[in-house]
């Protein structure tokens, strides 16, 4: 993803809406009035916010389970998981 107003370029996800890039156009241009460029990209770029977010996650989790008391936790009680939090 690049942003240089009035200039976007993005990396959709396969869910996307084919036409997402003129619905942005058109609401750039009632909202603000202006005319902007959108682009859409296949290049791998940056990760997606969703990518981001996801591996924020991840790492959150993992770092609970290796804190010392949740470690012992776990082991006094054999087949415990940690759920979404």
Known sequence: MSFAPPSLTLRLSK?????LGQQLEKLLKARKNEVWTI??????????LYEKEKKN?????NAILQ????????EAFP???????
Not at 39 to 48: C, K, L, M, R
């Open 15 to 19: 869910k996307a809406p084919k036409d």
């Open 39 to 48: 682009a859409i990209s296949d290049e791998i770029g940056q990760p997606t």
């Open 57 to 61: 996650h991840e790492d959150r989790q």
């Open 67 to 74: 804190a010392p008391l949740v470690k012992r936790l776990m």
């Open 79 to 85: 087949g415990t998981t940690l759920i979404d939090f």
